[in-house]
């Protein structure tokens, strides 16, 4: 089982585990699901992205962030909406090396972790 080859999906950042069917195109998959493929990262994802490295910029050595406080500098009134991806920016950040989340101070894994995370840099 857990030699089967992995990448992350570019859209929601979880683990993409090797499966049968893609034997053939295993290197074009990108996304995990029909869902992260008809939502391909956009501005407002990336605007996310950009928005945790910063606040994680002004924070001491090893401060968190909570996902909401980039909600709020991204979306404004709006930032609920923003909630699930910039939980996502935050799985990519921490495919791309950059960062970690974490839960009641613990490194967890972005795939698994379910309720309230943080987000401190890498
Ligand atoms: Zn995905």
Known sequence: MNDR????????????TWRKKWERNWDAV???????????PGPADLQ????????LARRPRGGTICPSEAA???GGVAWRDLMEPARSAARRLVAAGKAVITQQ???VD???ARGPIRV???
């Open 5 to 16: 080859p992995t990448k992350d999906c570019e859209r929601c950042g979880r683990v993409i």
């Open 30 to 40: 990108r996304f995990c699901s029909d869902r992260c493929r008809r939502h391909r």
């Open 48 to 55: 996310l992205e950009a928005a945790i490295l910063g606040l």
């Open 72 to 74: 709020r500098a991204v």
């Open 105 to 107: 101070g613990r490194v």
């Open 110 to 112: 972005p795939s698994a």
């Open 120 to 122: 401190r840099s890498a």
